[in-house]
């Protein structure tokens, strides 16, 4: 059998070959795409922790570091756009946005975050809770009242699901349907751990009821 293999092999050689070099061409192109995969993170996380330094240390709100802060985020996604730090950013450049009430910008970065993040990411429900913030300021209610119950069916842990009643509360309370912002308040009050805002509840349950 050995020598039938071998004589096979010997007739067959220019194939034999053919295939180990095709084999080994997909391995170094393999290989290759990792090491280059690596480093394109790399880089990007090393722009990144630049860029979220900068927005972390600003406890004064200046806006001339969140405008550097949003230059480097802006950096990122354009040199690096398939990154996981690029995803990240858009989020950060969410909340910088809010914060420098530039609610446009803010909600197309929470947008587009959204649409490249998935729904086990813990932050997922964090862009849909900015995200309906910007949208009650720009008093366009029915997307705020999305975004609010999007971020409450996408997260875990009672303590943000009870601060979202209250948000979809409020947002009902805008629309003029008392009757729907008395159905979350309460919800507010039964699940709620904070006396403080299960109170708040209680009177806002008082006056509109």
Same mark, same amino acid.
């Given at each position: 059998m /050995?020598?039938?293999? %071998?004589e096979y092999l010997i007739e067959h050689r220019n194939k034999f070959y053919a295939a180990i070099s095709f084999v080994v061409?997909? %391995?170094?192109?393999a290989f290759g795409w990792y090491l280059y995969g690596a480093r394109y993170e790399n880089s990007a996380d090393r722009l990144y922790s630049s860029a979220f330094n900068t927005y972390s240390a600003n406890v004064k709100n200046d806006s001339a570091a969140y405008t550097?802060?949003?230059?480097?985020?802006?950096?990122?996604?354009?040199?690096y756009p398939k990154s996981r730090a690029a995803t990240l950013s858009y989020y950060n450049m969410g909340n910088i946005y809010y914060n420098l009430r530039e609610l446009d910008k803010s909600i197309e970065a929470y947008t587009?975050?959204?649409?490249? /993040?998935?729904?086990?990411?813990?932050l997922t429900s964090l862009a849909y809770y900015g995200l309906g913030y910007c949208y009650e300021e720009r008093e366009n209610y029915e997307e705020a009242l999305k975004s609010f119950e999007n971020s409450n069916s996408s997260i875990i842990g009672t303590h943000f699901t009870v601060i979202n009643y /209250?948000?979809?509360?409020?947002?009902?309370?805008?629309? *003029?349907?008392p009757e729907k912002a008395m159905e979350?308040?309460? *919800?507010?009050?039964?699940?709620?751990?904070d006396p403080f805002l299960k109170t708040l509840m209680k009177r806002k349950l008082a006056t509109l009821g």
């Open positions: /050995s020598e039938t293999i %071998i061409l997909v %391995i170094i192109i550097n802060a949003t230059d480097m985020y802006r950096e990122i996604t354009e040199k587009t975050f959204l649409e490249r /993040s998935t729904e086990d990411n813990v /209250s948000n979809i509360g409020r947002i009902y309370e805008k629309m *003029k349907r979350y308040y309460k *919800k507010v009050v039964e699940q709620a751990d």
